[in-house]
């Protein structure tokens, strides 16, 4: 055994509606020493992510859920600190799905080596990681932009929403963010060069999109779902496609959503409506990675981390991620 010991967030109880700090629980263990095949990796970075809360829930879902007790699910940034393979040696940098933890042991096959020549090694689970994934297949595979469409996108600021944008731009589309405060929304526009944006906290969104979208809209990139959603779906164009990518509004909601909701508008518009999972395109992420890697180096696409220092300050900024108190992708900073 190593002389630190590891901590860990688990999930004390299951929440109700929005999550608090009850809900989470320090754990403290021993580190014991890798076996052969395996390495010990300490975290530098930890992902947060929205799915996170879908993990907390019970019932069906796409991926195993939490019990009281067990380690939050995430994925992390981390460095090999003991390597009892011959794949890895102690230094390298990896990324794994480990949870909210600062030490673990795991098996050698299991972990995937981030290449630093492609960016900074946060960027492995943003930009360069799964957000990034969502943004390019959800957009480039499900919506299939033409250039001169109008492309909608709501938590247009966010790990995924910013990426969406601005490939939506590459594309030649015109892009609509949608966002929750007039800093991100000048952001969007300033710094990620989005046509406009709409604050749906202070704005009519459904109003502000017949003035700024009059032939409607031809791609919804879908985030965050009720009264945002109804907004745009009263607003598509004909033979327009929307991507379900994440439904953040309702992640907190104690009982699900009655619905669906403004489908009629679908029927007059002719909408296809796609839900899709990051991992439905897993076997293509390499490719992506390498494409969005070249456009970061070539300035023509942006990203912003909101990197918040140590470990235990991990369920409260989670709790403000439900709450769009993150401005970017939502990282812990565990260790240099
Ligand atoms: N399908 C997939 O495979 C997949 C993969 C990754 C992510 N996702 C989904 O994609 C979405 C974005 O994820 P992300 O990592 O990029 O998160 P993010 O946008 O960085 O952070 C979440 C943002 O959602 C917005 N939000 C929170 N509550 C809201 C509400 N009630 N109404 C409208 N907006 C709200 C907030 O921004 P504002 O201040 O603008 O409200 C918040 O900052 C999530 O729904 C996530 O579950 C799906």
């Given at each position: 055994m190593t002389n630190e010991t590891n901590r860990a967030w688990t999930m004390a109880s299951r929440?109700?509606?929005?999550?608090?700090?009850?809900?989470?629980?320090?754990?403290?263990?021993?580190?014991?020493?890798?076996?052969?095949?395996?390495?010990?990796?300490?975290?530098?970075?930890?992902?947060?992510?929205?799915?996170?809360?879908?993990?907390?829930?019970?019932?069906?879902?796409?991926?195993?859920?939490?019990?009281?007790?067990?380690?939050?699910?995430?994925e992390v940034v981390a460095r090999v600190q003991k390597s009892e393979s011959p794949l890895y040696k102690a230094g390298d940098i990896i990324r794994s799905s480990i949870g909210w933890q600062e030490y673990a042991i795991v098996s050698a096959h299991t972990v995937k080596r981030i290449d630093p020549d492609l960016g900074p090694i946060s960027t492995a689970v943003g930009?360069?990681?799964?957000?990034?994934?969502?943004?390019?297949?959800?957009?480039?595979?499900?919506?299939?932009?033409?250039?001169?469409?109008?492309?909608?996108v709501s938590a247009a600021s966010g790990a995924v929403g910013a990426v969406v944008g601005q490939i939506g731009k590459i594309n030649g589309c015109k892009v609509i963010g949608v966002a929750g405060t007039d800093e991100k929304c000048s952001y969007v526009v300033n710094e990620?060069?989005?046509?406009?944006?709409?604050?749906?906290?202070?704005?009519?969104?459904?109003?502000?999109?017949?003035?700024?979208?009059?032939?409607?809209?031809?791609?919804?990139?879908?985030?965050?779902?009720?009264?945002?959603?109804?907004?745009?779906?009263?607003n598509l164009a004909l033979k327009s496609r929307v991507a379900i990518c994440g439904q953040i509004s309702q992640y907190n909601a104690a009982e699900p959503p009655q619905g669906p909701r403004n489908m009629a508008?679908?029927?007059?518009?002719?909408?296809?409506?796609?839900?899709?999972?990051?991992?439905?395109?897993?076997?293509?992420?390499?490719?992506?990675?390498?494409?969005?890697?070249?456009?970061?180096?070539?300035?023509?696409?942006?990203?912003?981390?909101?990197?918040?220092?140590?470990?235990?300050?991990?369920?409260?900024?989670?709790?403000?991620?439900l709450n769009g108190k993150n401005f970017g992708k939502l990282l812990i900073k565990v260790a240099e």
């Open positions: 929440p109700v509606g929005e999550p608090t700090p009850k809900n989470f629980a320090l754990k403290e263990s021993d580190i014991p020493e890798p076996k052969h095949g395996e390495v010990l990796i300490k975290t530098l970075y930890l992902s947060l992510d929205p799915y996170m809360r879908g993990r907390m829930r019970s019932g069906p879902s796409y991926a195993t859920v939490l019990e009281p007790g067990d380690v939050m699910t995430g930009i360069l990681g799964m957000p990034g994934m969502t943004a390019y297949f959800g957009l480039l595979a499900v919506l299939k932009p033409r250039a001169g469409d109008t492309l909608v990620l060069g989005f046509d406009s944006a709409i604050n749906y906290k202070t704005e009519n969104v459904s109003q502000k999109l017949v003035q700024i979208a009059p032939n409607g809209v031809d791609c919804y990139f879908d985030n965050v779902g009720g009264p945002v959603s109804d907004a745009v779906f009263e508008a679908l029927i007059r518009t002719r909408t296809t409506v796609e839900g899709f999972l990051v991992y439905d395109f897993e076997l293509q992420h390499e490719v992506a990675r390498g494409r969005i890697a070249e456009w970061i180096k070539q300035g023509r696409l942006k990203y912003m981390e909101d990197v918040v220092d140590g470990f235990e300050n991990a369920p409260e900024a989670f709790i403000g991620l």
